[in-house]
């Protein structure tokens, strides 16, 4: 019976668990969008909040506007408009970068092209590095239906000129896979076609992706270009386009809507799961729904009651009361006839729980940037979470009087002329995004404010950083670099915030510059030098070796100054601490951190406990920071610790014969009788010794260690016996061995190194700390010598001990070239140009390999691109 309400219970809290995973609340971490008029999420944003249109006449590489403008809409081959919403440079695509061949480029839907390169700023702005997704669960969910790169690639006239990059150039399924395959993901990978609500019902099968766990992250996306004049003739013949190309929502000048292009992609994951990372969440999806208009009086006619049922849907899915929501991002596609059904059918929903005098606010961004398709539903969900973050209601751009047949009057609604303050009366904002498309397929999306984040406890700080930057080329890193400038000097941001963000959300490739700075104009003023020193590392990852030096005097306050703001470094001096000073006559701490404590740091039986414990608190903090050697040497009381890295043993075995050795050192020399030398050999008989994890190079041979490193009598040996060094040294370059970092107070065994092994070519050394120099300023240069060196720096690591927050930065400076899209064979012969040709040739050059191969049979995948390939 026990056993029964037992398994009872536990069936009842997994439905519990399951049904609250059904509705979890989904973070949006990150943004990146390129809109007319805006190529990043700041500029999106100024765009909105100052409520321009930025809607333009259709540029002259698109078509000739004139020659298919009509005022006649029956016009054969015409359009009765000549304008739209257009961003600029579509033929432009950094194809090195992506790993993929100008023929390729060529070949491929710019709409392809423009989502990688979203995608990527988006997962920037999240601060996520791609090497840490390689083959993990992402999914990746793309909205998308323009076919007019297909249209013009299969023109009758240049069939003969398809080749093997065109299959893959033209599918939908591409627009997604070639993310997936990039990146190296292996969650959902799949494209969305419900026309103009494409985007946000791939947002709502990506929300349901995460809550069933198919994915742990996803990145969706809605894309739309205007490649041609074909669809727009179309739609102007069935009146759905507006005479000036401008979405006139709520207007009584409504006559149509005007087309738009453009790119968006946000990254989800749980919030629970991004709270838990530390990830900076812009807003979080309640809830969202999608219905179908059914029967409706026409098959693109919209349905009020379909309408209806999609918001409540959503609000019912996501838990929130209707009277939460203040702000409603409206389809608003400028119609007489849909803006009307549409705002009656918010009348509708929010009727009861909204008055004149706590309106519901709606707008529209098709009003700034025009209809945008495949990607409406995106834009309009990235203008409210940066509305959401700012706390302020962008005003909708209105064109003269109010839409008379929408009646305002009898409605709780309000239509902002001008931006204002979104009040709140102390729970998280809420708002409501709404995509319909033609096809009958409506969704709605509920969206929170953030939650606010914890007040971090007053943390001790570190008081120098350090900025690594990395790109694929000298020439996209010194973009970047000025581009980092250009952040710091505005001063808008801690220094600390700036590196942690760099550094950890960023993927980090050969070419590098790391600057080191106190503030933020310090690290501005060091990337000069950073970047005129900047190199390429080499092509394979650097093989490290670590130096323990076991002579030499210390001074009082020796890394003192790593004690004092390093939380790590001082736990483990801490720990060593509690095992020594019963066995010393002075606190161990006091002798090396107290400039009152006279010469005793360097009195022999001090001087090796203390040096033992710099030493194994440096090499715990190399550990943390994601540097681990392949071999080890020490000498002495630098022997120990190279022990105790090698895993042969205990720390605290390797500290009580640090002391003992101490004394045997600075008692005079005697025989076998020697008390000192006595309790030595017994401190080593006491130790717990095994094999190696690493190889561990003997000071008294400068070989290989043997077994002999396991029995007693080796660590029992007298203290001052002459060690072989440089034949140490020469057997860790034998082993492979090209960096090697001396993990101590001062750089002693380097100096053997550099004297005996410098014709060897190609051995960086590297020392921890230098004598007469700040603590923080010699390690971290350590740090940024061994990132240019190559070395894979856990930065999260590197910041672990201090409170960070991340911060918008600089994206990716694409290196584009021109790959022209193919045009339709009219407008060809008019410009006299090749059919999605090069006239310059193969910008860049072939990457190589058979030009019919494509390039997912022939490159590595991107995860392997990314992490620091040229």
Known sequence: MAKAVKELRELRARVKELETARDAPIAIVGVGCRFPGAADPAAFWELVREGRDVTSEVPASRWDAGEYYDADREAPGKMATRRGGFIGDVDEFDAAFFGVSPPEARSMDPQQRLLLEVAWEALEHAGIATEALAERAVGVYVGICSTLHTSNVFDASSIERIDAHHGTGIAFSMAAGRISHFLGVMGPS??????????????????????????????????????????????????????????????????????????????????????????????????????????????????????????????????????????????????????????????????????????????????????????????????????????????????????????????????????????????????????????????????????????????????????????????????????????????????????????????????????????????????????????????????????????????????????????????????????????????????????????????????QPALLIVQVALAELWRQWGVTPIAALGQGAGELAAACVAGVMPLDDALRLAVARGRSAQAPAAGGGDPAHDALARAAGAARLRAPAIPLVSSATGALADDAITRAGYWARDAREADRLAGGLRTLRELGCDVFVEVGPRPALIAIGQRDLDGSGGARWIPSLLAGEDDWSALLRAVAALYLAGAAIDWAGFDRDYPRRRVTLPTYPFERKEYPAPIPARRRADRGSDPGGDPGGDPGGDPGGDPGATDVERAPTAAARAGGSP
């Not at 946000?266 to 208009?293: K, N, Q, Y």
């Not at 902002?416 to 904002?429: F, I, K």
């Not at 980092?484 to 590098?512: E, I, M, P, W």
């Open 190 to 607: 799949l494209a969305v076609d419900t026309a103009c609500s494409s985007s946000l019902v791939a947002l709502h099968l990506a929300c349901q992706g995460l809550r069933a766990g198919e994915c742990e992250l996803a990145l969706v996306g809605g894309v739309n270009l205007l490649l041609g004049p074909q669809i727009s003739v179309s739609f102007s013949k069935a009146r759905m386009l507006s005479a000036d190309g401008r979405c006139k929502t709520f207007a009584a000048s409504a006559d149509g809507y005007g087309r738009g292009e453009g790119c968006g992609v946000v990254v989800l994951r749980r919030l629970s799961d991004a709270l838990a990372r530390g990830e900076r969440v812009l807003a979080v999806v309640r809830g969202s729904a999608i219905t179908h208009d059914g029967p409706s009086s026409g098959l693109i006619a919209p349905n009020g009651p379909s309408q209806v049922k999609v918001i409540r849907a959503a609000l019912k899915q996501g838990g929130v009361d209707p009277a939460r929501v203040g702000y409603v991002e409206a389809h608003g596609t400028g119609t007489l006839l849909g803006d009307p059904i549409e705002v009656s059918s918010l009348g509708e929903v929010f009727g009861q729980s909204h008055t004149r005098e706590r309106p519901l606010l709606l707008g529209s961004v098709k009003a700034n940037i025009g209809h945008l398709e495949a990607a409406a539903g995106i834009s309009g969900l990235i203008k409210v979470v940066l509305a959401l973050q700012h706390r302020t209601v962008p005003p909708h751009l209105c064109v003269g009087e109010r839409n008379p047949h929408i009646p305002w009057s009898r409605l709780p609604v309000d239509v902002p002329s001008a931006a204002r303050p979104w009040a709140s009366d102390g729970v998280p904002r809420v708002a409501g995004v709404s995509s319909f498309g033609f096809s009958g397929t409506n969704v709605h999306v509920v969206l929170e404010e953030a939650p606010e984040a914890a007040p971090a406890a007053p943390p001790v700080e570190r008081p120098l950083h350090v900025l690594a930057l990395s790109a694929r080329s000298e020439g996209a890193l010194r973009a970047l670099g000025a581009a980092h400038q250009r952040l710091l000097g505005a001063g808008d941001a801690a220094a600390g915030d700036v590196c942690f963000t760099a550094n950890t959300g960023r993927t980090h490739f050969r070419h590098r510059a790391c600057a080191i700075g106190r503030s933020a104009e310090e690290l501005r003023g060091d990337l000069d030098r950073a970047l005129a020193e900047a190199a390429a590392t080499p092509p394979s990852d650097p093989k490290i070796a670590f130096l323990f030096a076991g002579e030499g005097p210390l001074t009082p306050g020796t890394a003192r100054g790593l004690y004092e703001a390093q939380p790590t470094f001082r736990r483990t001096v801490d720990r060593c601490a509690e095992i020594v000073d019963p066995l010393l006559p002075r606190p161990i701490r006091e002798v090396l951190f107290d400039e009152g404590a006279g010469d005793a740091v360097g009195q022999t039986a001090f001087t």
